[in-house]
């Protein structure tokens, strides 16, 4: 079985597909540094790096060139995200047929090319992961007229494609990890075609594996703390480490309980230790969330300064309260699967992600094994050094966890075996 993958950024989602061994033959992606590590880790596959507005014909005609089978099995696409709306494509549509054009984001309308690709090429099988918005994305399409993005890709398929767009949680299927994905199937496979006229979403409750928590997936890794000297522990894993802590941070994470926020953290003061200082409350404005500004660094019963997060304020000279929502500078809970990992997991203020117990952000190595890349064989090196810190929040942030596409691509290899199709009538 052969693939093609468009937007391939480092190949984390491919690993899904090779376990299944299906061979990528060509791949494309835009950004040079992501494509030099694509290369590095699937060294048999054609890297066509540029982009795709300019690439069409180059992708279609090498996948002819090095092609051994009669029909390509899968073309794997995550067209960027960045532009995708969180409105509702039917207020979108609606607005626009009254005349109020939105701003539509170029990026968005990199389906066009890719769905060129997918109508020359036929794949058995076409897949696509994105965000959830994703679903909601309203594009102008190249006649000029605007239109839901799954309704284009549907309209450029035609009868000879069934599909359809699904909103998932990873914690559903195995993956430590609460992030929701969107993956939209298509498929002329004669037992796909059926069973999603019939179930709609590809993925269904059979499909679900037990539910797995942050402590089954990092708990008993060796303890690490972000101060010089024990922040790495590379005989374990050479990905095992993580940042320096400055000391005034430390001392506010040193004193945040799981699952808290050190915005909450109360007075540490042995003479006094009173537990009843005001709490960080986010409030809502207008269906704006707005971060509390009013939450007391001092303890309101001794007047000692409290391991809340605060900083002098260089025009003032006056300790202030740091901005941020109750999600930043909070311990993640044991006995949950993590929050999303997106590329900031590296620093102690993004959402949820100080280490349950340990006074540190999760190391690069706990990242992977809680994005299910620690499953498959990868090397994050290129010219024999290992990438930064920087671009492995990167790469984690803005990928998909391979076991999902495991399991999807797994799913449409096993089709024909699953026994509701067969009495569906597919024969």
Same mark, same amino acid.
């Given at each position: 079985?052969?693939?093609?993958?468009?937007?391939?950024?480092?190949?984390?989602?491919?690993?899904?597909?090779?376990?299944? *061994?299906?061979?990528?033959?060509?791949?494309?992606?835009?950004?040079?540094?992501?494509?030099?590590?694509?290369?590095?880790?699937?060294?048999?596959?054609?890297?066509?790096?540029?982009?795709?507005?300019?690439?069409?014909?180059?992708?279609?005609?090498?996948?002819?060139?090095?092609?051994?089978?009669?029909?390509?099995?899968?073309?794997?696409?995550?067209?960027?995200?960045?532009?995708?709306?969180? +409105?509702?494509?039917?207020?979108?549509?609606?607005?626009?047929? =009254?005349?109020?054009?939105?701003?539509?984001?170029?990026?968005?309308?990199?389906?066009?090319?890719?769905?060129?690709?997918?109508?020359?090429?036929?794949?058995?099988?076409?897949?696509?992961?994105?965000?959830?918005?994703?679903?909601?994305?309203?594009?102008?399409?190249?006649?000029? *007229?605007?239109?839901?993005?799954?309704?284009?890709?549907?309209?450029?398929?035609?009868?000879?494609?069934?599909?359809?767009?699904?909103?998932?949680?990873?914690?559903?299927?195995?993956?430590?990890?609460?992030?929701?994905?969107?993956?939209?199937?298509?498929?002329?496979?004669?037992?796909?075609? /059926?069973?999603?006229?019939?179930?709609?979403?590809?993925?269904?409750?059979?499909?679900?594996?037990?539910?797995?928590?942050?402590?089954?997936?990092? #708990?008993?890794?060796?303890?690490?703390?972000?101060?010089?000297?024990? +922040?790495?522990?590379?005989?374990?894993?050479?990905?095992?480490?993580?940042?320096?802590?400055?000391?005034?941070?430390?001392?506010?994470? =040193?004193?945040?309980? *799981?699952?808290?926020?050190?915005?909450?953290?109360?007075?540490?003061?042995?003479?006094?230790?009173?537990?009843? +200082?005001?709490?960080?409350?986010?409030?809502?404005?207008?269906?704006?969330?707005?971060? $509390?500004?009013?939450?007391?660094?001092?303890?309101?019963?001794?007047?000692?300064?409290?391991?809340?997060?605060?900083?002098?304020?260089?025009?003032?000279?006056?300790?202030?309260?740091?901005?941020?929502?109750?999600?930043?500078?909070?311990?993640? /809970?044991?006995?949950?699967?993590?929050?999303?990992?997106?590329?900031?997991?590296?620093?102690?203020?993004?959402?949820?992600?100080?280490?349950?117990? #340990?006074?540190?952000?999760?190391?690069?190595?706990?990242?992977?094994?809680?994005?299910?890349?620690?499953?498959?064989?990868?090397?994050?090196?290129?010219?024999?050094?290992?990438?930064? $810190?920087?671009?492995?929040?990167?790469?984690?942030?803005?990928?998909?966890?391979?076991?999902?596409?495991?399991?999807?691509?797994?799913?449409?290899?096993?089709?024909?075996?699953?026994? $509701?199709?067969?009495?569906?009538?597919?024969?």
């Amino acid at each position: 079985m052969e693939a093609i993958s468009l937007f391939s950024s480092a190949g984390i989602g491919e690993l899904g597909i090779t376990h299944n *061994e299906i061979k990528i033959l060509v791949s494309n992606e835009l950004l040079e540094d992501r494509h030099a590590l694509y290369k590095k880790n699937f060294q048999e596959t054609e890297c066509i790096t540029g982009s795709i507005w300019e690439k069409i014909d180059e992708i279609c005609e090498t996948y002819e060139k090095v092609r051994t089978e009669e029909e390509l099995f899968l073309l794997y696409a995550t067209p960027p995200c960045q532009g995708m709306s969180t +409105n509702g494509a039917g207020t979108l549509l609606k607005g626009i047929r =009254e005349g109020n054009k939105p701003k539509i984001d170029e990026r968005n309308r990199l389906i066009i090319p890719t769905m060129d690709i997918v109508c020359r090429l036929q794949p058995r099988w076409f897949l696509m992961e994105n965000v959830p918005g994703m679903k909601n994305t309203v594009i102008d399409d190249e006649n000029g *007229e605007y239109i839901n993005i799954i309704d284009y890709v549907r309209k450029r398929l035609g009868d000879n494609y069934i599909g359809h767009a699904q909103v998932v949680a990873c914690s559903d299927y195995g993956i430590p990890q609460v992030r929701k994905r969107l993956i939209t199937v298509f498929t002329r496979d004669d037992f796909g075609k /059926k069973y999603l006229s019939v179930y709609g979403n590809f993925l269904q409750d059979e499909d679900r594996k037990p539910l797995k928590t942050l402590r089954d997936a990092i #708990q008993g890794f060796p303890t690490l703390d972000s101060v010089e000297g024990k +922040n790495q522990n590379i005989e374990f894993n050479k990905y095992h480490f993580v940042p320096i802590m400055n000391p005034e941070k430390h001392w506010w994470v =040193e004193n945040t309980p *799981e699952g808290n926020t050190a915005y909450n953290n109360q007075c540490v003061n042995p003479m006094c230790l009173y537990q009843y +200082n005001g709490m960080h409350i986010d409030r809502q404005e207008g269906g704006i969330w707005h971060s $509390n500004s009013e939450t007391p660094i001092y303890c309101e019963k001794c007047g000692e300064l409290l391991p809340r997060p605060s900083m002098i304020d260089k025009k003032t000279g006056k300790r202030r309260l740091l901005k941020g929502f109750h999600s930043a500078y909070r311990r993640m /809970k044991w006995d949950e699967p993590a929050t999303t990992l997106t590329q900031n997991f590296i620093y102690e203020a993004s959402d949820n992600k100080i280490h349950p117990e #340990q006074n540190r952000v999760l190391s690069i190595y706990e990242a992977l094994v809680i994005q299910t890349i620690s499953d498959y064989e990868y090397a994050f090196e290129i010219g024999g050094k290992m990438i930064s $810190n920087a671009m492995f929040a990167q790469i984690i942030g803005e990928s998909v966890p391979p076991k999902l596409i495991d399991i999807v691509v797994d799913k449409m290899i096993h089709i024909k075996d699953i026994q $509701n199709v067969f009495t569906l009538g597919v024969k």
